[in-house]
């Protein structure tokens, strides 16, 4: 094990420029923290760059035997001091351990080798939405995500830990509306979109195992473009004054619904 | 209408004040942003204290007739630079709209007053996760939401935002659990809880019209008093890794299968 005492030495400060996203696309490398994603991290088997621990802060047992672990199958571990570990940390309340990982992406030919179901979304914006859909893809039982057109990062902080761990289980997939449309049509895998207002009841529909949830955007929904492509346009019927739902609970909404009627 | 130009005005400097709690608390007032928001305080009839335009930001013409409107209500307008709005602004891209309204309180006693579905969250963290449940909420057809124990505020400028008008439309109130529990024995008013396992599947309930769905905070789940007082609890089951769901993506699946139940 390493020990770096200075907030300037450049790992810290590599390990702090991640935050950003063109550090993050330049290196491919993401920043996790708390000992939760962190052990999950090391269950899943994720590659890890390094990891840095500060013992002045990591007071739980289950935190110390994560490190035990970690030191004994080699992965680099680097010790810091409090003021060094709060200088890279995003918590309120730091816990003492967080980890450079390896970004992983798949491309759309681990939907026909993989199957079941996955969740498409048009330009998403909010990490945090991102990485709520993430967890609750993974809860609802889902394979992958596909992000079509321009998106916030899967990997941004905000969205690692809102996933709860769902970035590490779901596969993650970056693409065109373009090259979605052209794979659409060679495989014709099932694809259900869901719209304001004008859809099927989403509890009406029979929904396939092997499908894709495809979603629009926060602000401006569906594009035409991606409409066209779906087999079944689903909604959800709202009362009430607003117009819409956040997307993530639409998302989940529609996603436990999928669930229920594959569980029977 | 006024006209302000100077970013240290008192008037501007208590408007972005009222970022924080403890001048929202002291005032009773709080603060909205955006052309859609102000629309649906306006045609909800909320109390607003003060609206603040720049017509160098507002190119809207929804907008535009909005402002219109509010003058002629003799609602009080403050004109002001580009300068002056953005210091108040907590958004990018401001619109070049937003207004001090007055927070809306109610009590335990509006619940039997107007029944239906109604909300109860235990020490609610996260003021994102309550915007976008007073959302879920008002489009589940909810009546409003009652915040248990310490909680965060409902007139955060994110809750506000994230509500997208569910804070105008939706009662709030908030107690101890003391307080809820003594109501809940002397009203008997049917009260469903939500926890982790070990409930009854939350499709296989029949949900009452008149009830409270109650639920924990983030971290802890709901506490043992608040399990104790329930009718019923029930439980999303979930496949994948992750072992829970956001609370606001929890809250929305069951609120949409209580909606899909009193659909019929």
Redesign the interface.
Known sequence: MKTITSPSNPTIKFIRSLKQKKERESSGLYYVEGIRLIG?AVR?QQKIAHVIVCYELLDSSFGKELISQIVEEGIDTISVPESVFESISLKEGPQGIAAVLEETWADLGAIMNIKGLWVALESVQDP?NLG?IL????????KGIVLLDESTDPYHPTSVR?????I??QKIIKTSLEGFSQWKKANNYPLVGTRCGEGLNY?RYNYPKDMILLMGSEQKGLSSQHLEICDELVT???????????L???A??VL?EI??QH?G
């Open positions: 999950e899943t945090g709520s967890r609750s893809a993974d809860a609802a039982g889902g809102a996933s709860m761990g769902g590490f289980s509890r959800i019927p709202m009362k009430g004054t607003v117009d819409s739902l956040n993530s609970n639409a989940s909404i436990f669930l229920a569980s």
